[in-house]
Every structure is written in structure tokens, then in C-alpha cells.
């Protein structure tokens, strides 16, 4: 079963940039899709972008479009998240997530994710 490690989160100035990394442990993840979610204090966790796992299809949600993008790198096992123009709404635990896929271009939805990292803490100032 893949086992998911996050890294690189931490405190930015509003405007600043952040990669969040997720690497990946186990059999098979070329064949998972992967995605990132996010959540701030008293909030719902929110899905904030995901790639399938051929890597040509990706989401990203309305209010991260054209800040976020999200990438995969299957040699190294690892999926990311560039964040950039970063403002102070972002702050929340980011949370890498996988899901078994048997289309190579799927994009699954939020609740079919099943494996998850143990979150990192992303942190921006004003």
C-alpha cells in the first residue's frame, strides 16, 4: 500500500511562493491519482487540486487557479504543489491524498480518496 509523506510547508509573507512536496513509498503509484486538500481552523477540508496519474489531466479549484499547480514526477515517487502569489486565505494543514486509478487521465472526485499523508502546516502573513 503507498504511504504518503508531506513536506515544505512553513511561514510566507502574502505574495510569496511555497512547493509543497508529497513523496510516495509502495508498489504502484504510477497507477494512483493524486491530489491535495486543505484545511484552515473551523473550516471543512477543502480538495484543492488533483493530476491523474498519466499526468495529463489536472483540477484545480476555482480559488487557487492560476497560483496553483500541481505536478507529478514518477521517477522520484513524488507529487507537488507550487503555490504562488500566496495571500493570507491559504493558510491551512495541507494534506497529500492518492487514490487507485484504472483510467490513466481520471480525475477523481474528493470522496474517493483513501490514502493520506499526515499533513503539513502552511502558514501566510499578511
Known amino acids: 500500500q503507498v504511504q504518503l509523506v508531506e513536506s515544505g510547508g512553513g511561514l510566507v509573507q502574502a505574495g510569496g511562493s511555497l512547493r509543497l512536496s508529497c513523496a510516495a513509498s509502495?508498489?504502484?503509484?504510477?497507477?494512483?491519482?493524486m491530489g491535495w486538500f486543505r484545511q484552515a481552523p473551523g473550516k471543512e477540508r477543502e480538495f484543492v487540486a488533483a493530476?491523474?496519474?498519466?499526468?495529463?489531466?489536472?483540477y484545480t479549484v476555482d480559488s487557487v487557479k492560476g497560483r496553483f499547480t500541481i505536478s507529478r514526477d514518477g521517477a522520484k515517487n513524488s507529487v507537488y504543489l507550487q503555490m504562488d502569489s500566496l495571500k493570507p486565505e491559504d493558510t491551512a494543514v495541507y494534506y497529500c491524498?492518492?487514490?487507485?486509478?484504472?483510467?490513466?487521465?481520471?480525475?477523481?472526485?474528493?470522496?474517493?480518496?483513501?490514502?493520506w499523508g499526515q499533513g503539513t502546516q502552511v502558514t501566510v502573513s499578511s
Open positions: 493530476i491523474s496519474w498519466s499526468g495529463y489531466s489536472t
Open positions: 509502495g508498489p504502484a503509484f504510477s497507477a494512483y491519482a
Open positions: 491524498a492518492a487514490v487507485r486509478t484504472y483510467l490513466s487521465d481520471y480525475i477523481p472526485p474528493s470522496y474517493e480518496y483513501d490514502l
